[in-house]
């Protein structure tokens, strides 16, 4: 199964992948991204991935089959 991964230290907050992906993503008090889940399910793979595209800071990736 597919992983999300975030960097923390990268992500600025803008909120992008809660929109695409509100299952996954959220933001915290400090504006940083939280992951609600990392295993990604098949059915959802092709939303988390356009979700990780839209990251501006690209702080944000799958991984795995
Ligand atoms: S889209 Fe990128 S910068 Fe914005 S909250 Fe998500 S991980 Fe952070």
């Known amino acids: 199964m597919a992983a999300v991964e975030a960097d923390l230290g ?23 991204v939280v992951l609600l889940r990392t295993e990604v ?8 991935e356009e979700a990780v595209r839209s990251c501006p800071v690209s702080a944000l990736r799958v991984t795995g089959a």
């Open 10 to 32: 990268a992500c600025q907050g803008y909120a992008n992948c809660v929109v695409g992906a509100d299952r996954y993503f959220d933001i915290d008090d400090d504006g940083v």
């Open 41 to 48: 399910a098949d059915e959802d793979r092709r939303r988390v």
